[in-house]
C-alpha cells in the first residue's frame, strides 16, 4: 500500500537532514537551500516559516544570517516535523471521537490505539 505524503513532509525533512549534517556554526539562505536540495523557493519559504514557528530552525537576518537547526538533530522525530508542517492525525479516530467505536468500554483495542499513538508521538 502507499500513502500519498504532502510534498511539504519530504521539502521539511530534506532541509533538516541537510541542516542536521551541516556544522553546527553553518547558517544557509532560503535561496541557497533551495538550490541545494531542489526545492521550489516558495515551497523553501514556506517551509522554513513553519519550522521556525516550531522551534526546529533559527532564522538569522543580515550579511551573516540564515537558517540552521535550533534542537539536537538527535532528539528531532519525523512525527515533530509532520506535526510543525500541519499533521494532525490520530491512529485511530475512536481515540479522539467517542462515538466512532462501535464497541462497549472498557475497549482493550482503545487502549492498544492510545499506547501506540502516544508510541509514536514519544519515538
Known amino acids: 500500500m502507499y500513502y500519498l505524503a504532502k510534498k511539504e513532509y519530504d521539502y521539511a525533512i530534506r532541509i533538516c537532514a541537510y541542516l542536521a549534517g551541516a556544522k553546527p556554526e ?6 541557497q537551500l533551495a538550490s541545494i536540495l531542489l526545492i521550489p523557493k516558495p515551497f523553501t519559504t514556506k517551509i522554513i516559516y513553519q ?6 530552525v ?3 537576518r543580515g550579511k551573516k544570517g ?3 537547526l535550533a534542537v539536537n538533530p538527535s532528539k528531532l522525530s519525523f512525527y515533530q516535523i509532520f506535526e510543525a508542517m500541519g499533521l494532525v492525525r490520530s491512529v485511530s479516530a475512536c481515540i479522539n471521537d467517542e462515538n466512532f467505536c462501535p464497541l462497549p468500554a472498557p475497549c482493550n ?3 492498544f490505539f492510545i499506547n501506540q499513538e502516544s ?3 514519544k519515538d
Open 26 to 31: 553553518a547558517h544557509y539562505t532560503i535561496t
Open 51 to 56: 519550522l521556525k514557528n516550531n522551534n526546529i
Open 58 to 60: 533559527n532564522t538569522m
Open 66 to 68: 540564515g537558517v540552521s
Open 109 to 111: 483495542i482503545h487502549q
Open 119 to 121: 508510541r509514536i508521538i
